[in-house]
């Protein structure tokens, strides 16, 4: 049995009750198989051993009260990864359905990903069980006090750097922020995604939803297609998925799809500037139901409790290009075929893991452009990094300098993807470039560094 078969073993053994986990080692392990001849080096080091096991893994009680007085207890984690290349660095994720597997396998990935921005950046990722759906600001506020009243302990500018992710965005990393630099008496770069106001960058909250679509831009390149014209599916209707529509109808494609936790929509006419400003109202400001788009826009379809993916029909509606941006695991292996029967050329994940193992495949066997998620959506975390970097010079870039920079990194990461996979006889396949890209910058610093 090959080093990447035991690996994969021992933590389907070991982690049994961490699906997401499993899945997420399983599919990276899968794409190392070329680096184990390469690189013996790696193997007599146990490389491979211990990248799947975590520097250490934070879980804590969180208390909180409500605007009643009523007491509630939630759970936080904050999995440190890998620092081996710089300081951990991840998002927080506030879902009801946040356990440790989904915070192993959100920080796994992001070891890889943040190797693959150029920048210096560790992988982590943290969160909890806490829905801050239908709590009041004071109850959210009260309950990121809470959060941080424990998390601060365990980060700092050169340690651990957390910033937003699923039911994260500046509202929360506000009263995070806010409550930090109150208890450690500290106005540092702590987290990124930071208000412009007290330290935030120019293009963060756009970040992740422009770099997927430059992302996707670039592999549309490769085969002499661009934006323009292209019938875009999109789903989520959170920060990733509103910046990924805005850049794609500036780009000339026509978007027709958006989703939220309880439905989609559907508008062939296309959600043009004026009806995203619409949806970013409801969603940001309202923090209302995407369903509500039809009592502005009544020529859309909403189906209550499917995903985009499942609202896609053989034949109708035709699709050009997929962006994934709300969950992991929303594209099946039957999604990814009707998908490919509607014509869909390219596929890039804005969210984290968004298709099972069995869609990849479809997409790939199907000559589709696969753009992994690590790859994808690394802008955003590649813009938390130049955060930082602003943080510690104490200067502000402008939205120009920020964005180019952005655009830069998404090219960057397509060329060293497309580069690795040639290199290790996957010609064409990001997934394989781009876990083989990060993954040879992380495992040279790990064993320069002797057996820690
Ligand atoms: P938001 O909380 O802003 O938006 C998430 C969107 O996805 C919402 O529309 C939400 O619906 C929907 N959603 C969340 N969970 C589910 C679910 N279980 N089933 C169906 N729909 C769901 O988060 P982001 O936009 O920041 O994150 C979206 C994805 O992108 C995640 O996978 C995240 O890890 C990834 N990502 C985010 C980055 C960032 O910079 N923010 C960077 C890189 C990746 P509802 O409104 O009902 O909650
Ligand atoms: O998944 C991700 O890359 C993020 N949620 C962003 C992390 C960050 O530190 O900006």
Redesign the pocket.
Known sequence: MSVIDEVIEKVKSKDKDQPEFIQAVTEVMGTLRPTVDKHSEFVKAKIYERIVEPDRMIIFRVPWEDDNGEIHVNRGFRVQFNNAIGPYKG?L?L?P?VNLGIIKF?GFEQIF?NALTTLPMGGGKGGSDFDP?GKSNAEVMRFCYAFMRELYRYIGPDTDVP???????GREIGYLFGYYKKIVNEHTGVLT?KGLEYGGSLI?PQ???YGVTYFAAEMLATRGMDFNGKVVAI????????YAVQKVTQLGGKVIT?????GAIVDEEGINAEKLAFVMDL?NVKRG??REYLDKYPQAKYFENK?VWDTIKEKSPHIDVALP????N?ISEDHANTLVKNGVVCVAE?????SFLGAIKVFQENNVLFGP?KAA?????AV?GLEMSQNSMRLSWTIEEVDAKLREIMKSIHKASLEAAEAYGRKGDYLTGANIAGFIKVAKAMLAYGIV
């Open positions: 998002g994720r879902h359905s959100l990903k759906k910033a937003g992710d699923i039911g994260v965005g995604g963060r970040a992740t939803g789903s989520g209707s959170g920060n990733v998925a509103q958006m989703s939220d936790s309880n969603k139901r995407i995903s941006c709300a969950t992991q929303e804005g969210a984290n893991m968004p998620a959506n690394a802008g955003g975390v938390s």
